[in-house]
């Protein structure tokens, strides 16, 4: 349990440094919820909407994956838990403006994006809770480096329900980004963009990515001798 909790709160802590990531994807929807609903109380229903039908979106992904790799054949090596990390600190290197190789990932989900994004579309404008809700269940599987991140960390779990966990707890992380409105919004996105902020965030990523891979490298190598004695 104690290990569990310190996964979800490290895929939480993930959501919350991928802020600026978060504003440059979903901004732009979050202004129009913002524009549907002049009234503070409304706005926030509006937005709270539409990341709770995000957050399923991340959910069910992340079941789907872990399930996936908990299916795969054992090898013996950590190789989830290998992408796992490298994903971690391709994000780390994509928020820098070292390496944008996440890009590339980026692209290939667009051929899913292409025929989703339509369905949201028929919800437009986002003028209820309802609709909201809707668009953020098909924004859910925008194509985004920072969700490939995060769901790379979730499928390594190989457990569906640990999977789904990861990703909400993420999605999470990523609501306070989402959630500030007005002008606490334009300070909070000013902040974040500075390139000191963004190297930070950056370096963040790079030391859990290289954390996740020395973690179950370690595993792996320092046990299976022991094994491999014992057995003998």
Known sequence: MPELVATLAAAALLGLLGAGHCFAMCGGIVAALSFAAPANAARWRLNLGYSTGRIFSYSMVGALAAGLVSSLPATGWPLARTVAGLLLMAMGLYLANWWRGLLWLERGGHWLWRGLKPIGDRFLPLDTVPKALMVGLVWGWLPCGLVYAALGYAAAQADPLKGAAVMLAFGAGTLPALLAGGAFA??????????????????AYLIFGAWTLAGAWSHTLFHQPYHAHHHH
């Open 186 to 203: 334009a300070v909070l996105k000013s902040g974040l963009s500075r390139p000191r902020t963004r190297l930070v965030m950056a370096i």
